[in-house]
T-cell receptor, first 113, second 110 residues
Framework: DAMVIQNPRYQVTQFGKPVTLSCSQT?????MYWYQQKSSQAPKLLFH???????NEADTPDNFQSRRPNTSFCFLDIRSPGLGDAAMYLC????????????FGPGTRLTVT | AQRVTQPEKLLSVFKGAPVELKCNYS??????LFWYVQYSRQRLQLLLR??SRESIKGFTADLNKGETSFHLKKPFAQEEDSAMYYC????????????FGQGTILTVHP
């Protein structure tokens, strides 16, 4: 089945230790998104790619960066995780002309110790 | 700025009872509204969108521009409807950026 895959599902990192979360998709969608969802809060968009065109949300901290080496893969890099970065990170995809429906991965739960 | 408000964090009903999950939005242009659902241990997925004007799993939602609302309704709730429901808006910003409401946890009791 075509889908959005996130690895790992659970990630534990230490305060200040760089961490990378990965997302892959078999849907061949142009657009990929990264959301941060803290406990009991709504998903919040961090950034998105339209093909290789990167779009950062204005309030996304500089500590968060992303890479998209090809259509299928997208990475979220947290350069120096703080305790406040502990959250669920959701990857999603969509395609132009698809009515903006977004297809979500299962998420990666990040714990910072 | 665009904003989505779901006033109820928790909603409990009994099986067979009608259910309405409220959603209000703030947006100056013509928004596109969605309901996303997350069942236990499953990923977030689209339930329905206002432009489709369809009924999915017995749920419907009507966009009321005068009241800036997009409430989700089902006449007879089922236990399998228990889930987290998010109302979301895209307002014509690039690439369908979604703004989510805080979500409502629906519990349907037997």
């Amino acid at each position: 089945d075509a889908m959005v895959i996130q690895n790992p599902r659970y990630q534990v990192t230490q305060f200040g230790k760089p961490v990378t979360l990965s997302c892959s998709q078999t849907l061949n969608h142009n657009v990929m998104y990264w959301y941060q969802q803290k406990s009991s809060q709504a998903p919040k968009l961090l950034f998105h790619y339209y093909d290789k065109d990167f779009n950062n949300e204005a309030d996304t901290p500089d500590n968060f960066q992303s890479r998209r080496p090809n259509t299928s893969f997208c990475f979220l890099d947290i350069r120096s995780p703080g305790l406040g970065d502990a959250a669920m990170y959701l990857c999603a995809t969509s395609r132009p002309g698809g009515g903006y429906e977004q297809y979500f991965g299962p998420g990666t739960r990040l714990t910072v110790t | 700025a665009q904003r989505v408000t779901q006033p109820e964090k928790l909603l409990s009903v009994f099986k067979g009872a009608p259910v309405e999950l409220k959603c209000n939005y703030s947006y100056s242009g013509s928004p596109e509204l969605f309901w996303y659902v997350q069942y236990s241990r499953q990923r977030l997925q689209l339930l329905l969108r206002h432009i489709s004007r369809e009924s999915i799993k017995g749920f419907t939602a009507d966009l009321n521009k005068g009241e800036t609302s997009f409430h989700l309704k089902k006449p007879f709730a089922q236990e399998e409807d228990s889930a987290m429901y998010y109302c979301a808006l895209t307002g014509g910003t690039s690439y369908g950026k979604l703004t989510f409401g805080q979500g409502t946890i629906l519990t349907v009791h037997p």
